[in-house]
T-cell receptor, first 111, second 115 residues
Framework: KQEVTQIPAALSVPEGENLVLNCSFT??????LQWFRQDPGKGLTSLLL?????REQTSGRLNASLDKSSGRSTLYIAASQPGDSATYLC??????????FGTGTRLKVLA | GAVVSQHPSRVICKSGTSVKIECRSL??????MFWYRQFPKQSLMLMAT?????????EQGVEKDKFLINHASLTLSTLTVTSAHPEDSSFYIC???????????FGPGTRLTVL
């Protein structure tokens, strides 16, 4: 059974710092991995999607890497801003397209 | 990008009543829709998978007679919480997958509060 874990569970950093969020999964037979952002009481905003054949994706200040064989992905946020404060979720899918979500990292960027 | 809507966005009901939540794909045909549930400060947990025109497939531990799912068209799936109880209070999110997309599009969620 696929399990997805995110470390750290919570993170508080001053504005401007570069930071790394970690995601690990137990079954490497994934179809893709996706990073989402969730603001309190809101739905999901897709940030980056990495196909199983890819090693990384970049969008603006965000960079996500995928090491499928070791079951790990990282989300790198450069020059963090208070507006980045949110919960970040990673999720993996298999051939059934069902998403298995991680436990989330609650990020707070202090002004 | 593709848009998925949910209605209502928020609902409060009395214990014992039934509540219907709609999930619509607005600009594409969704062959498969998924329903997730999120309890406070927890992650999303998949409840069921619904394919247009067929019965939903429920995840282990999810009562199919309590959470009725109907996917009658390629743009609409509904989740009905029957005889709702306070422990059913949660954030319900749907996602929709088209026939060719490699990704899914998530709805904005529905906050259900059962008094």
């Amino acid at each position: 059974k696929q399990e997805v874990t995110q470390i750290p569970a919570a993170l508080s950093v001053p504005e401007g710092e570069n930071l790394v969020l970690n995601c690990s999964f137990t079954d490497s037979a994934i179809y893709n991995l996706q990073w989402f952002r969730q603001d309190p009481g809101k739905g999901l905003t897709s940030l980056l999607l990495i196909q199983s054949s890819q090693r990384e994706q970049t969008s603006g200040r965000l960079n996500a890497s995928l090491d499928k064989s070791s079951g790990r992905s990282t989300l790198y946020i450069a020059a963090s801003q208070p507006g980045d404060s949110a919960t970040y979720l990673c999720a993996v899918t298999s051939g059934t397209y069902k998403y298995i979500f991680g436990t989330g990292t609650r990020l707070k960027v202090l002004a | 990008g593709a848009v998925v809507s949910q209605h209502p966005s928020r609902v409060i009901c009395k214990s014992g009543t039934s509540v219907k939540i709609e999930c619509r794909s607005l600009d594409f045909q969704a062959t498969t829709m998924f329903w997730y549930r999120q309890f406070p400060k927890q992650s999303l947990m998949l409840m069921a998978t619904s394919n247009e025109g067929s019965k939903a497939t429920y995840e282990q531990g999810v009562e199919k007679d309590k959470f009725l799912i109907n996917h009658a068209s390629l743009t609409l799936s509904t989740l009905t919480v029957t005889s709702a109880h306070p422990e059913d209070s949660s954030f319900y999110i749907c996602s929709a997958r088209g026939s060719v997309a490699d990704t899914q599009y998530f709805g904005p969620g529905t906050r259900l509060t059962v008094l």
